[in-house]
Each structure stands twice: as C-alpha cells, then as structure tokens.
C-alpha cells in the first residue's frame, strides 16, 4: 500500500481480555518495528522484524506481549492478560531495510493504535 | 533512553526562531535523525545527519557534531502549525532509538 496501515485506530478492552493490533507495512519493505508510545513520551522500542523473522524483541516489557508476522509482510502484536499498565498508543514502523551503520533510510510510521485497558 | 537527551518543552513566538537541542551518547554512531509530530497523529521523517555541520531544508534546518555528541534542529519563521512535538533518534541495533521529545509550542 502507499503507508503504514494499523488496524483497528482505537480499542478499548477490559482488564484480563486479550488483544491484537495489525500493522500492514509499505510493500517490499522488509524491516518492520513495533513501538509503545505514552503520553509525553518518545516511542519506546518494543520488537523489529526482518522479513519474517523476530531480529530483536528486547523490548517486549514481558512474557504477555508476543508478535508474528509470518510472511514477512503483515504482522500482529498480540497482548495476553491485558493491564490498565498497557494503555498507550502503539506504533508500527517500516523501512526498506533495517537501521544499519550509516542507513538513511527513515521509517515511515502508521497512524497507530490506541489502545485503553479499563 | 540509553542517554538521549532533549528539553521537555519550548515555547516560541510566531515568525521567530527556534534551536532544539539534543545530545547523546556518541558510542557507535550511525547518524542522527529529527522527526515532528502532531498531537494525535504518527511521526514524520524531518532530517538525518550523518556527517557534521548544518543541513538546510527550507524553514528547517539540522546540525550535527559527532565529537561532541550533540545536534539541534533549528526552526525558522515559525508558525503557527508548528506547534508539535519533535524527536531526536538514533539507530543502534537495527532500529531507532528516540529521545523524549521536545514539545514545541508556538503563540500569536
């Protein structure tokens, strides 16, 4: 497509329940990055992909977050058990290739989703 | 995090001029890149320095110093929608790295 996509914009979801976000990334990139952003705050780096694989999920904050992306096009972040902790506005980034030593290939970031545990 | 730091908040008058600095740690340098964004809405792609010196883009314009880890994203003839917020970032292991962001308030 010509941007990011992120689906849904907004959730609401109650304390416990389970949740996916959907990021579609601009066609032929192969890196794809996930952010959590709060309000105030610089986006905070959660999980990257290349191609289909998870190249560095340092960031996931614990064993509930967990993301696919098995074609390496689309990916899902998936949160279990979520907590009112979790609210925050998640972002999904994509770039041709990944951030290397001299790259100037900039992201280009979806809309986001906001996401609202009550 | 990992030590990049900007100002929480400015505030500027319309048609002035504006420096927003940041600083970070210079271990591993990849460049440096400046990104705005609107309340409510994703960041946009601004600047990305690599070499040191100042980069103009029409109104905007980007500094770097390699040595001593330290840039500033200058705002010229500021206007009103520019009022946002705006992030420095760094690469480091594949993937960018931002600062806190610096919100920028523009008045009358």
């Known amino acids: 497509g010509a941007g990011v996509s992120q689906t849904p914009s907004n959730k609401v979801t109650e304390k416990g329940k389970y949740v996916e976000l959907r990021c579609d990334p601009i066609s032929g990139h192969t890196a794809l990055y996930w952010y959590r952003q709060s309000l105030g705050q610089g986006p905070e780096f959660l999980i990257y992909?290349?191609?289909?694989?998870?190249?560095?999920d340092s960031g996931l904050p614990n064993d509930r977050f967990f993301a696919v992306r098995p074609e390496g096009s689309v990916s899902t972040l998936k949160i279990q058990r979520t907590e009112r902790g979790d609210s925050a506005v998640y972002l999904c980034?994509?770039?041709?290739?990944?951030?290397?030593?001299?790259?100037?290939?900039?992201?280009?970031f979806g809309s986001g989703t906001r996401l609202t545990v009550v | 995090g990992q030590n990049i730091d900007q100002p929480t908040e400015m505030t500027a008058t319309e048609g002035a001029i504006v420096q927003i600095n940041c600083t970070y740690q210079t271990s591993g340098f990849n460049g440096l890149f400046w990104y705005q964004q609107h309340a409510g809405e994703a960041p946009t792609f601004l600047s990305y320095?690599?070499?040191?010196g100042l980069e103009e883009k029409g109104r905007f314009s980007s500094f770097l110093s390699r040595s001593k880890g330290y840039s500033y994203l200058l705002l010229k003839e500021l206007q009103m929608k520019d009022s946002a917020s705006y992030l420095c970032?760094?690469?480091?292991?594949?993937?960018?790295?931002f600062g806190q962001g610096t919100e920028l308030s523009v008045k009358p």
């Open positions: 980034a994509s770039s041709l290739t990944h951030m290397g030593a001299g790259s100037n290939y900039g992201y280009t």
């Open positions: 970032a760094v690469p480091r292991g594949g993937k960018l790295i």
């Open positions: 320095n690599v070499l040191d």
């Open positions: 992909f290349q191609g289909t694989g998870a190249a560095d």
